[in-house]
């Protein structure tokens, strides 16, 4: 794969991007899938974009290492496998307009019923934060918007909020997550071609981009009061599901 100098400023920006969503803010990844595909070809943007997520995940476990929340983290993971694999299924066949508008919705979907929680549990009372089906089902979503696009932090957030987690075991456990999942999908997207020699290469060179972005994000978390870091995770998420809508329309 080669890239031109906008290419690789663009990339370069991305992988900061994803430093910080890492360590910071984490619905601003949501942004970089969309830029990237925007940018690049949507599915080759896909493969490029995996091995910049491992990469903020090292950074990320490292320094959030004693501030994960391994049930809820080992609860998702059989659905988020079953996502994985029908988000296989799909990225064979699908559009990039389609794939686009589809993990848009989905996000939005999420978000809405996110915000509407506390009302739709009164009227059918149940606890979401309890219900198998709930994790179920984003479990699913998470697996499957993260084969297709990348773009799984938002649902991932929502998951994570609706416990009430700490920002800081948040950013632990959402690391772990991440990082587990994000290994399962290389072998997948080495297969597709997606990821080869060539893009692994620009890879490499966005390493202190990262760096640069993790470090930013170290700092400006615990400045953040944990009511503005729900309310900031809420409105990246919700402004990247419009993007995305928009993107593919």
């Avoid at 910071?24 to 969309?34: H, N, R, Y």
């Avoid at 994985?84 to 559009?95: D, H, M, P």
């Avoid at 009227?123 to 697996?143: D, I, P």
Wanted: glycine residues 8%.
């Amino acid at each position: 794969m080669e890239a031109t100098a906008w290419q690789m400023a663009v990339l370069a920006f991305c992988s900061m991007l994803i430093g910080f969503s890492k360590t910071g803010v984490p619905t601003a990844g949501i942004f970089v899938a969309a830029i990237l595909a925007g940018v690049f070809p949507a599915r080759e943007s896909v493969g490029l974009l995996l091995p910049i997520l491992i990469i903020g995940d090292i950074f990320a476990i490292v320094y959030y290492r004693k501030a994960v929340v391994w049930k809820y983290i080992l609860i998702l993971l059989p659905w988020v496998f079953v996502g994985l694999l029908a988000g296989f299924g799909v990225l064979w066949r699908i559009s990039n307009a389609s794939l686009s508008v589809l993990i848009g919705a989905i996000v939005l979907v999420l978000i809405a019923l996110f915000l509407f929680q506390e009302r739709i549990e009164r009227r059918f009372r149940f606890e979401s934060a309890k219900s198998k089906t709930v994790r179920a089902v984003l479990g699913f979503l998470a697996g499957f918007t993260t084969m297709v696009g990348n773009a799984a932090g938002s649902i991932m957030s929502i998951y994570l909020l609706s416990h009430g987690i700490k920002k800081k075991e948040f950013m632990g456990t959402n690391a772990y997550y991440f990082f587990i999942v994000n290994v399962v999908k290389v072998p997948f997207l080495v297969y597709l071609g997606l990821i080869n020699a060539s893009s692994a290469a620009l890879n490499l060179w966005m390493i202190p981009a990262v760096a640069a972005g993790a470090w930013f994000g170290f700092t400006v978390l615990p400045k953040i009061p944990q009511k503005l870091f729900q309310a900031i995770v809420l409105a990246c998420a919700a402004a990247g599901g419009v993007y995305l809508i928009w993107n593919g329309v």
